[in-house]
Nanobody
């Protein structure tokens, strides 16, 4: 059984910074791509950023230059450093990982963490 546990959300003023963490645990053989998604009230879930095991990254245009995704493969953990936060970044942020287990590959999601940016 595999679990993704997120931490680091909260309330911050516009222009501030937050760092989110997401740790995978359980019967893990390997982890392929990891990423962060967000869903604001009344909106569809959208991609924020992804990262491959080798460190290649992809970002939504709305966060380029402000957010940085990274991962620690030894700790099965992915991070999202968020700088210059804007009120429109307010959303529930969820991590995602493509994980190989003894049952095969599967797409796992964290429970989500709330990020609120006040103006």
């Amino acid at each position: 059984q595999v679990e993704l546990v997120e931490s680091g959300g909260g309330l911050v003023q516009a222009g501030g910074s937050l760092t989110l963490s997401c740790a995978a645990s359980g019967s893990i053989f390997s982890i392929n791509a990891m990423g962060w998604y967000r869903q604001a009230p009344g909106k569809q879930r959208e991609l924020v950023a992804t990262i491959t095991p080798g460190g290649s990254t992809n970002y939504a245009d709305s966060v380029k230059g402000r957010f940085t995704i990274s991962r620690d493969n030894a700790k099965n953990t992915v991070y999202l450093q968020m700088n210059s936060l804007k009120p429109e970044d307010t959303a529930v942020y969820s991590c995602n990982a493509d994980i190989q287990t003894d049952g095969g590959p599967y797409d796992y999601w964290g429970q989500g963490t709330q990020v609120t940016v006040s103006s």
